[in-house]
T-cell receptor
Framework: NAGVTQTPKFQVLKTGQSMTLQCAQD?????MSWYRQDPGMGLRLIHY???????DQGEVPNGYNVSRSTTEDFPLRLLSAAPSQTSVYFC??????????????FGPGTRLLVL | DAKTTQPNSMESNEEEPVHLPCNHS???????IHWYRQLPSQGPEYVIH???SNVNNRMASLAIAEDRKSSTLILHRATLRDAAVYYCILRDITGYNFNKFYFGSGTKLNVKP
């Protein structure tokens, strides 16, 4: 299994540009999520999905859109990039079952710089 | 969102035990205690979790206070590869917030050779 993969690894954008960060997993996980991590800080939840066609907002959703058309993919869209969105973005996935045993698996991250 | 408090940083010598504390005084009865760590330039990875009893796995041990308001992650013999930021997270296993992970700032562990 490749696990959770993210592309691109690094991206530079100009203010106002749009882009999509890709995330894919091959573990048949129902749950997928996006986090951002600013320098020296912990991760903050942006959006998450509990299955194809179902998404919801996390802690910091403004400026980001998501959709989930397949189990495997969960892209994150920035419609009009702002310098405040400069961050490292992590995608994660896990099974969605009752109880606490489902750990999240994280991708390697996408480093985004908005000028 | 349930809150945890951890020291910003800790230092350890290689091959010595490390005790990483976490306070979670507002923990509810349905919150599990999870620990993740983030190695430099990588995504977080799962370390261990527990509810009430102490837990052991190949990576670490988790000691949970009797009143569950604090816990301690124990690395029995720290290695240089254990240098990372360690996050203590409360996870509500019931209801709507089940899959909302809230990361604090974590504890940055420095391991000296």
């Amino acid at each position: 299994n490749a696990g959770v993969t993210q592309t691109p690894k690094f991206q530079v954008l100009k203010t106002g540009q749009s882009m999509t960060l890709q995330c894919a997993q091959d573990m048949n996980h129902e749950y997928m999520s996006w986090y951002r991590q600013d320098p020296g800080m912990g991760l903050r939840l942006i959006h998450y999905s509990v299955g194809a066609g179902i998404t919801d907002q996390g802690e910091v959703p403004n400026g980001y859109n998501v959709s989930r058309s397949t189990t495997e993919d969960f892209p994150l869209r920035l419609l009009s990039a702002a310098p405040s969105q400069t961050s490292v973005y992590f995608c994660a996935s896990s099974y969605l079952r009752s109880g606490s045993k489902e750990t999240q698996y994280f991708g390697p991250g996408t480093r985004l710089l908005v000028l | 969102d349930a809150k945890t408090t951890q020291p910003n940083s800790m230092e350890s010598n290689e091959e010595e035990p490390v005790h990483l504390p976490c306070n979670h005084s507002t923990i509810s009865g349905t919150d599990y205690i999870h620990w993740y760590r983030q190695l430099p330039s990588q995504g977080p990875e799962y370390v261990i979790h527990g509810l009430t009893s102490n837990v052991n796995n190949r990576m670490a041990s988790l000691a949970i206070a009797e009143d569950r308001k604090s816990s301690t992650l124990i690395l029995h013999r720290a290695t240089l590869r254990d240098a990372a930021v360690y996050y203590c997270i409360l996870r509500d296993i019931t209801g709507y917030n089940f899959n909302k992970f809230y990361f604090g700032s974590g504890t940055k562990l420095n391991v000296k050779p």
